[in-house]
């Protein structure tokens, strides 16, 4: 059982994988979805390390310059140290250089040294009169796509985008290192920008005199940059997933609603057939689908026209009887002689013969053919079939001239096709009794089978051959219509309705094999003017799968 389900499952993969529509879908959805995976994972590795680079960069700074201002920022008071604020702002002044011309406000760090009082020492936005500034953009120029990009995601309120809170305040960075303790935080400035800052101790000797506060925007700005690198793959993402549900809009929307609206219009106008032959020419899925359905319309058409016209033909054989019955009962009510009378009789006696005959193949085909369709199909061994059903035609040992049915050469073996037993049967007893109605008295019908190949493969080959006269060329293909009939001389009346060669071919044609006629001549001694002629009809089906080499 787990061998089947695992063998079920591997079959669906590989028809999945063999499906062009499934590729289709698969290669763009994924598509759209790589190029969101690969812009998440570069901008979540950058994003990972900024803030860590950004505090240890600033912590060296804030370092190299808290121990300056110790050294030439502060004094040695009587009785404590202090700071010398002047100098603490001459050296920020010298130390760090203003802002390029063309930079943007507040690029770079900012430093502010506060007493251990809280009040403000130096700044060096103060220092350097730092004012934010807007530019305008440039009449009549060309924007730069770069710069546009950044714009629209500065537009952009990352924080509220991402779930992102200050960590401290800046007075509480100051109180904790005015205790000792380097402070790392994340927060708002005053232009609402998130900034990284550490806190330093302005410690002389083992007396903390103030706080040392160093900040920089620079994580804003690379969060900006990070924006506008996402657009180009937000962008490709969209257009990616547009292009697949174009694709599948045309593809595969478009055209099952064109077949749902064809199948509407069948069944609003009775049409029995129908046709979209832009839709069947695909090569996938789609196509084979629309192929099927106008298959089976028209398999459904045909079986109508089929039914019509044998409702038709029934009508009409059973019509020629009962009128040649009226015909004999009303001649037999006026007239007075005995015989005449017993020669109508005989001719009411014949028709209804007919009938019964004509009724009971009518009802033997339309039951065959519900078995066929309805019926299991199995492996059934043809030659071991055929050899039993001739014994069931021995005749019995004080018969004369009665025809001898024979299987020529030895009992076949492998001879195995996929079909219904019942319908196939039926088939090879039509063609025997056709082929004894029509063999003389005394005469032999030969039956036999083999494998043998042809350009659609390897198929089993049955024949069933007569010594009556043969058929005319031009009713070789004729015999196999419904009530067709041509009585041999001398045969009952009513003993053939013309519908046994019509269902033979009906089975064998919905066992996907053919049956036809061919005349023969066959050399023998009893033969006038060198040999007998007689009839061959063939029946063909493929061989089953097991047993093709």
């Known amino acids: ?224 940059a990070e924006r506008a690198s996402m657009i180009p793959f937000v962008l490709g993402a969209g257009i990616a997933i547009f292009l697949s549900s174009l694709l599948l809009a045309l593809f595969i929307a478009q055209p099952l609603r064109r077949l749902a609206q064809a199948a509407d219009r069948l069944r609003v106008t009775g049409a029995t057939r129908l046709s979209l032959p832009d839709v069947s020419r695909r090569r996938d899925e789609i196509g084979a689908l629309a192929h099927s359905l106008e298959a089976m319309t028209n398999a459904l058409a045909d079986r109508i026209d089929t039914n019509e016209r044998f409702a038709a033909d029934v009508s009409h054989e059973i019509k020629n009887p009962l009128a040649s019955i009226r015909s004999a009962v009303d001649s037999a009510r006026t007239v007075r002689d005995p ?35 309805r019926g299991d199909v199995g492996r059934i061994d043809l030659g071991e079939l055929l050899y039993e059903l001739t014994r069931a035609y021995e005749p019995p040992e004080d018969a004369r001239g009665h025809v001898e049915v024979v299987f020529r050469g030895p009992k076949p073996q492998g001879l195995i096709v996929l079909g219904q037993e019942g319908p196939l049967g039926q088939v090879f007893r039509n063609l025997i009794d056709n082929a004894r109605s029509f063999s003389p008295e005394g005469g032999h019908v030969y039956v036999s089978a083999e494998t043998t190949r042809t350009k659609e493969g390897p198929i089993v080959r049955a024949t069933v051959d007569d010594e009556g006269p043969g058929i005319p060329e031009e009713n070789l293909e004729t015999i196999f219509r419904r009530f067709y009939t041509q009585r041999p001389v001398g045969a009952a009346f009513g003993g053939n309705s013309g519908l046994g060669l019509s269902i033979a071919r009906q089975i064998v044609e919905a066992h996907r094999g053919r049956i036809y006629a061919q005349n023969l001549v066959r050399a023998g001694p009893m033969a006038s003017g060198g040999g007998s002629s007689g009839a061959r009809l063939v029946v063909e089906l493929p061989l089953a799968a097991s047993q093709r080499q």
């Open 339 to 373: 015989d005449r009378q017993t020669q109508l009789l005989g001719i009411v006696a014949q028709d209804v013969q007919r009938l019964d005959r004509l009724i009971t193949d009518i009802s033997r085909a339309t039951r065959i053919e519900a078995e066929t369709a």
């Open 1 to 224: 059982m787990a061998s089947a389900t695992a063998t079920t499952r591997a079959e669906g993969f590989r028809a999945i994988a063999r499906s062009r529509i499934a590729r289709i879908i698969f290669i763009w959805n994924f598509a759209g979805f790589l190029i969101l995976v690969v812009g998440v994972l570069l901008l979540s590795e950058m994003r990972a390390g900024l803030t860590e680079a950004q505090y240890g960069n600033l912590r060296t700074q804030g370092e190299l310059i808290t121990n300056l201002l110790i050294e030439t920022g502060t004094v040695q008071g009587d009785p404590s140290p202090s700071i010398n604020e002047p100098a603490v702002r001459e050296v920020l002044r010298r130390l760090l250089p203003p802002v390029a011309e063309g930079a943007r406000p507040g690029q770079g760090p900012r430093v502010r040294v506060a007493a251990a009082d809280g009040h403000l020492v130096a700044d060096t936005d103060v220092i350097y009169d730092v004012v934010e500034e807007t530019p305008l953009p440039q009449i009549g120029g060309r924007s730069n796509f770069g710069q546009s990009l950044e714009d629209a995601a500065q537009g952009v309120e990352y924080w509220r985008l991402t779930p992102w809170r200050p960590t401290i305040t800046l007075a509480e960075a100051r109180r904790r290192a005015l205790g000792g303790e380097i402070v790392y935080g994340e927060r708002l400035n005053e232009r609402g920008e998130r900034v990284v800052s550490v806190t330093l101790p302005l410690r002389r000797v083992q007396r903390v005199l103030g706080t040392v506060t160093v900040e920089s925007p620079d994580v804003e700005r690379i969060l900006v």
